[in-house]
């Protein structure tokens, strides 16, 4: 069973940075895409940057030219750099990895990691 562990996550204030890390049981590279979601109170979740296996990266709108995602295969790590934070960042973030397979899509979830904006 895969599992993914988010850490990284905690209070910054505006302007601020942060570095999540996403570390798999297993190689990454069996996954064909992943990346980064996130939840706030009272709202949906949604995608915030994705990664494809051969590094295609993607972003919302929102977080496009501050966050930063990136893939290290040798430590089976997908990183997501936060850059001049908002607090409208605030959310839970959760790592996500997809697996085709014979036509059917395995999602796999992390179980969350708490972002603060705040002064």
């Known amino acids: 069973q895969v599992q993914l562990v988010e850490s990284g996550g905690g209070l910054v204030q505006p302007g601020g940075s942060l570095r999540l890390s996403c570390a798999a049981s297993g190689s990454i590279f069996m996954f064909n895409t992943m990346g980064w979601y996130r939840q706030a109170p009272g709202k949906q979740r949604e995608l915030v940057a994705g990664i494809s296996s051969g590094d295609d990266a993607n972003y919302a709108d929102s977080v496009k030219g501050r966050f930063t995602i990136s893939r290290d295969t040798a430590k089976n790590t997908v990183l997501l750099q936060m850059n001049s934070l908002k607090p409208e960042d605030t959310a839970v973030y959760y790592c996500?990895?997809?697996?085709?397979?014979?036509?059917?899509?395995?999602?796999?979830w992390g179980q969350g990691t708490q972002v603060t904006v705040s002064s």
């Open positions: 996500n990895a997809l697996r085709r397979r014979l036509g059917v899509d395995l999602d796999y």
